[in-house]
């Protein structure tokens, strides 16, 4: 919009003369010879915009594009040029055109008209002067970074260069610098890497100088930097060199006294003297670097106990609880120092080997270690929060910290003391992540049965197994068992007992009877002597034999007496005796006489038959 | 028929003298008031007043017990439901209730597999009563005798053989019966069974107050007892770990 406002003013001002703008290129000198400087200048005699510059092949830019701005007022008339200008060195022989560069002005593109620019080859004086002067310079350079490194050093130090894994080694830089060098600048140009190692810088605050014999020279010296390094591997590690961009001025010798000598000699010899006599300074820039070191890291012995985490150096731990008794639900805090020096800044807070109803939070590390000289001492305190989570009183065991010690090359072990906590039940309900089966679950949400309303059965008192009543009932059946069986016994015995009553009563009674049939056989009553014979004899076998005497006839009475292993003369003669009996009855009258044998041979066998036949 | 022997068994027994029920029901009546009215601690010291004056009964211990589960005090509920269990193995609410209880224990011990038929038996003779069980050793013992007698009285061939082979099979259930009467009656006067009462105890490995921490039991675990050696148990647990704890940190049922 100014612009614009502009542009109507110079309108309104100017309107008489109008003209067009010309955006010209210019170059001087436009003939020059390779390696020569040239200055290209594009301008415009109006405001302009938007410069955009052409890309200058086989030129190189030294410095462009500057912008300059021109107002000039003449008799009340302004006139105004904006011009960029590049400067170009020339690079390659020949004959270039330059080209056109664009410009905005007044809304419109304009472009510049090309230049041509002609490269001549150098002569063979110029070149030689060139090649002398490049010469001298890279003389003067390669003198004067001697001196400068002579003068100047850096140098590295370590206090040890065998060491095991995990022993520190202090690093020392130091700069060295003669008291009358001029340094203009020093600036770290490659800071050590110290790959392999752990590091830990130690802090020097302002660097201050003292004096300080190196080689017979007495230096400026300063310790630019001390490191503490832990080697975090075995082998052969690196400490790095240390690099520095330095400046320092210069004195050089009167060139005509140093034309009259050899060219070549020391003209910095004096660089030092004579400061206002024929002297004149240059600034030479150059790397100064430190050498290395190489340090052996031997690798700790093989023997490392269990829980050994790489601890170096010398150490004890310690712990103890905030609280010694909480309720469950409620914070405590376990403080684990772990004091000494050593590798400290790489020791991890240990896992704790708590009871599972403590539940342990991540650790917080208090960070108490300060640098020292040559290791990092103080102490590490990891404090971890436990919230019990059921009551009883719980055993915190030993910690045990085991680390290498540097001093007898051995590893050694300390531990704490076991700490006690004493978790009372808390208001607050807590509930164990412990898994339960399925149907636990359905459980765990009902409630316990109610109470019982009547006491019960009083088992105090009560006869304990075998009670009485078992035992009584126990024991009954097998006497009503063998009462049983007694009552069979007798009840077989009783029947026994009666056949061998009657087989001892079978002579008796038989005899009765005979004795009663010989009374009849004397009166001569032949029927009832007979009667009664006969039943003397069958009454005797019947009761012997314990057959009743309705079952015995005279058939079967033989095989009975054979059974009893009677002779067949006793069967004929009972079977006989029986016959005659039974015949007499009948025909009594032909038995008369005989009836009185008949008597005898009936005693007789029966008498026979109770001798033989037991 | 469990009832009718129960009944057989306190009508008969000698001992069952009944002169001052009336006196412990009324004191088990005022604890069960207190437990209504939520003063367990109350309840608590009435039930157990009642068995310092010797009257036992399944009951009083299953009230104790819920009055001490009310109370938060896990261990002692699950040592008196197991008391009660042992008295009367067959009751649904001493069963469910210590079974709730178990669950409110801190450990959660997974048992060892047994053999089956130990567990069988173990099963059998901790879970039926003693009452019961005898009550039918008793009725096949007598069945089998009387098969027996008709055996020898019979003259049948066909019923001899019949009762001879009912009343072996009577005697050898009733043998098995007896066994198992035994057996429950063992599990349940034993007291080889503990339940820890202290918050946590530290199971030593051996008998000695300065050896190794084998584990730690919390409250209301319960194991069995193996030995005892001075003021040192050994306890089993039924993971089948073992180690040894201070007597003063349970009590046995």
């Known amino acids: 919009m100014s612009k614009v406002r502009i542009l109507i003013l110079i309108f309104m001002l100017f309107s008489v003369k109008l003209y067009s703008q010309t955006f010209r290129a210019t170059a001087n000198p436009d003939v020059v010879s390779v390696g ?67 410009i905005t002005s007044n809304g419109k593109q304009i472009s510049s008209n090309t230049v041509q620019v002609m490269v001549t080859n150098p002569s063979q004086a110029k070149l030689e002067q060139m090649k002398k002067d490049k010469e001298q310079n890279q003389n003067l350079e390669n003198q004067a970074k001697e001196i400068i490194n002579k003068n100047l050093k850096v140098v590295v130090s370590v206090d040890k260069t065998t060491v095991y894994e995990g022993e520190p080694v202090v690093a020392t830089y130091k700069l060295y610098l003669h008291p009358q060098l001029n340094v203009l600048q020093l600036t770290p140009d490659k800071v050590p890497q110290l790959n392999g190692f752990w590091n830990q810088e130690i802090d020097l605050g302002d660097i201050k100088y003292g004096l300080e014999q190196l080689n017979g020279t007495t230096y400026r010296a300063a310790v630019i930097k001390k490191v503490i390094l832990f080697p975090q591997q075995s082998g052969n590690l690196t400490v790095d060199s240390y690099s520095f961009n330095t400046a320092v001025r210069l004195q050089l010798q009167n060139q005509r006294r140093q034309r009259s000598r050899d060219p070549f000699s020391n003209f910095f010899d004096d660089f030092f003297n004579d400061p206002f006599f024929n002297s004149s300074y240059k600034d030479f820039q150059t790397v100064v670097t430190s050498p290395s070191i190489q340090i052996n890291v031997k690798p700790l012995p093989k023997n490392a106990p269990v829980g050994f985490t790489n601890a170096v150096g010398d150490f004890t731990v310690n712990s103890w609880l905030d609280k010694a008794s909480v309720k469950t639900g409620e914070a405590v805090t376990l403080k684990l120092k772990i004091s000494g020096q050593g590798n400290m800044k790489l020791i991890t807070p240990p896992k704790l080997d708590l009871p599972s109803n403590l539940e342990v939070y991540d650790p917080k590390t208090n960070d108490n270690t300060k640098v020292t000289q040559n290791n990092i001492s103080g102490d590490l305190i990891f404090e971890y929060v436990i919230i019990p989570q059921t009551p009883g009183d719980y055993k915190i ?61 009083n088992v105090s008192q009560m006869a304990s197994f075998p009670s009485v009543l078992f035992l009584i009932l126990f024991i009954l059946p097998i006497i009503l068992f063998i009462l049983f069986l007694i009552w069979r016994r007798k009840q077989k015995e009783y029947l026994e007992n009666q056949s061998a009553f009657r087989k001892m009563k079978a002579k008796k009674l038989a005899k009765k009877r005979l004795e009663t049939s010989h ?32 079952k015995l006839t005279r058939e079967n009475i033989g095989d009975v007496l054979r059974s009893k292993n009677a002779t067949d003369d006793t069967i004929n003669s009972v079977i006989d005796v029986l016959d005659k009996c039974e015949f007499a009855r009948y025909a009594p009258s032909q038995f008369n006489d005989n009836m009185q044998s008949l008597y005898l041979t009936t005693e007789t066998i029966i008498s026979d038959l109770e001798e033989k036949l037991k | 028929m469990k009832k009718l022997a129960i009944l057989i068994i306190s009508v008969f027994s000698i001992y069952s003298v009944c002169l001052s029920n009336d006196n412990y029901q009324e004191l088990f009546n005022k604890a069960n008031q207190l437990y209504n009215s939520k003063n367990f601690m109350g309840a608590i010291n009435v039930y157990n007043k009642i068995l310092k004056e010797g009257y036992v009964s399944a009951n009083v211990y299953y009230n104790l017990a819920n009055s001490y589960y009310r109370n938060n005090q896990i261990g002692e509920a699950i040592l008196y439901y197991n008391k009660a269990h042992k008295i009367n193995p067959e009751d649904e609410s001493i069963n469910l209730n210590l079974k709730i209880a178990n669950l409110k224990t801190v ?51 066909l019923i001899k053989k019949i009762t001879f082979f009912l009343s072996v099979v009577s005697f050898i259930f009733a043998i098995l019966f007896f066994y198992v009467t035994i ?31 084998a584990f730690i039991l919390h409250e209301g675990t319960s194991f069995n007892v193996l ?16 180690g040894w704890i201070q007597s003063n940190s349970f009590e046995t049922f």
Do not use: C
């Open chain 1, 397 to 457: 065991p030993p910690f045990q910290f085991s680390y290498f010690d540097l001093n007898s090359k051995q590893y050694k072990t300390t531990q704490t003391n076991e700490l006690t906590l004493k978790v009372t039940q808390g208001d607050l309900q807590s509930y164990s992540g412990n898994e339960v089966n399925k149907s636990d679950v359905q459980l765990l949400n009902q409630d316990i049965d109610y109470i019982k309303t009547d006491i019960g059965t």
């Open chain 1, 36 to 102: 020569d400087r040239l200055t290209v200048t594009y301008s415009i005699d109006a405001d302009g915009s938007n410069f955009r510059a052409p890309h200058f092949d086989n030129f190189k830019v030294l410095m462009g594009p500057s912008q300059s701005q021109n107002i000039q007022i003449i008799n009340g008339q302004m006139t105004r040029s904006l011009s960029y200008s590049f400067i170009l060195e020339a690079t390659k022989e020949g004959k270039f055109v330059l080209p056109s560069a664009i």
């Open chain 2, 183 to 213: 057996e429950a009656q063992n599990f349940q006067n034993s007291r080889n069974e503990g339940v820890i009462l202290v918050p946590s105890v530290y199971v030593k490995s051996s008998p000695d107050a300065s050896s190794l921490d």
């Open chain 2, 107 to 157: 450990d959660k011990i997974k048992e060892l597999p047994k053999f089956f038929l130990t567990k069988w038996v173990d099963d059998i003779t901790h879970n039926i009563s003693v009452g019961s069980v005898s009550f039918w050793t008793i009725l096949l013992w007598i069945v089998g005798f009387i098969f027996l007698a008709i055996f020898l009285i019979s003259q049948s061939i």
């Open chain 1, 519 to 550: 009374k009849y056989l004397q009166e001569s009553n032949f029927d009832k002597f007979l009667e009664e014979l006969t039943r003397a004899m069958w009454g005797f076998l019947s009761d012997k034999f314990s057959i009743e005497t309705s």
């Open chain 2, 227 to 242: 030995d005892q050696v001075g003021d040192w148990t050994k306890i089993k647990i039924p993971s089948g770990n073992i």
